[in-house]
Structure formats: C-alpha cells, structure tokens
C-alpha cells in the first residue's frame, strides 16, 4: 500500500480529483481518507454554499433536493479552488459540479487555480444500496438531523443524480477520466480499491 501511495502522490502532486456517487455512497468519508493520505485539502461543494453569505437562500434550494442554479454556483464555488492556502496541496473535491454543463468550467477552474483534474471517481451504490444506508443511519444518528436526508427530499435527490448528475459522469468517462469503485462493500475495502484503482492510473 505504501509504494502505491507514494505513487499516486507522485503522479497527483497539486492536482484534484473528483468524487462522485449517490447519497450516502460516502464520498466525504473516503474524500477525507484521501486528503489525509496525500496532504490534500477535502473541498465539498455543499459545504461552501452552505457557507456562503447568503445561507438561507441556499438552504432553502439544498433542502428541497434542488441543485444550485449553474452561473450561481460558478460564482461562489469555484474562484474557492485559487484560494493562497491550497496552492501546493492536491484537492479532493466532493461532488463539485454535479450538473450537466459545469463540467467544462470545473476542469479549467481546477487547470487554472494549478490543481488539474487527475481523475474522477465514481463509488457506485445501488438505490436499494441508498435507502438501506439512510434507514441505517438515521437510527444511529450518524449525520445529525439533515433535511435533505428525509425520505421525500431523498427521492427528489436521487432523480436529480439520474437526470442532472450522470451526464456529468458520461463526460468524464468519454474524456477516459473515470475510475468505478464499488462502494457497497465496507468501508476500508472501498478505500483499498480506490487505492488500486488510483495506483493504476498513476503507473500508465
């Protein structure tokens, strides 16, 4: 694991790589166990518009399953990529640009702010995978009480991953920048085929 670590730091250096998948296919979790593994700063869409200065207008769009209107979006996500403090660190970005026709603005965003996009990730979990994941963790508690994990606002969600979200993912695949992981095995396991999968891309 180490020499493969060592070689996709090589291979990423300053650049970014992009993790999709549906709700609860746990693009935060292994977006933090990369970022920690490389040095790397985990950038969540979500989290900076949750941020931004307007939040309640943002909440409102975030809570219903909407997704940010694309030039709004532009706006406030991505001149956050050219901030000083990220400069020589790798970006892990969690979902950035999740609709169809912010693909090409992403990839020249990360290219210009010196972190280019490496790879794509895509951690594959069936729906069925989904609802058992958040009947689960709403049991536990694991992620507070979240409006857009209520079951209504989760099925608007999913439809928009469907519709707006994996033309996103057929971009990228035709650019040969997505990697597939299979993310309903356990945790350590997806991270150990991201590793792989990354190592590979690494090593061409």
Excluded at 151 to 165: G, I
Excluded at 169 to 195: K, M
Aim: glycine share 10%.
């Amino acid at each position: 694991m180490d020499a493969k670590i060592k070689t996709i730091a090589a291979w990423l250096d300053t650049g970014s790589i992009n993790i999709f998948g549906r709700p609860f296919s746990g693009k935060d979790t292994q977006g933090r166990i990369l970022a920690g593994m490389f040095g790397g700063v985990l950038i969540g869409g979500g989290d900076i518009l949750r941020n931004h200065h307007d939040p309640a207008h943002i909440e409102k769009i975030m809570a219903s399953g909407g997704i940010i209107p694309s030039a709004f979006y532009e706006s406030i996500v991505l001149p956050y990529l050219s901030r000083p403090e990220f400069k020589t660190k790798p970006l892990i970005l969690s979902a950035v640009g999740r609709a169809s026709g912010e693909e090409p603005v992403v990839m020249k965003a990360a290219g210009n702010s010196g972190h280019p996009l490496k790879a794509v990730l895509l951690l594959q979990l069936s729906e069925e995978d989904v609802w058992r994941r958040c009947e689960l963790l709403q049991i536990r508690h694991d992620r507070g009480n979240r409006a857009d994990d209520q079951r209504d606002v989760l099925k608007t969600r999913l439809q928009k991953f469907r519709d707006k979200t994996m033309p996103v993912i057929q971009f990228y695949q035709q650019r040969g920048l997505l990697l597939e992981i299979d993310a309903a095995r356990l945790e350590q396991e997806v991270t150990g085929e991201i590793i792989k999968a990354l190592a590979g891309r690494a090593s061409r």
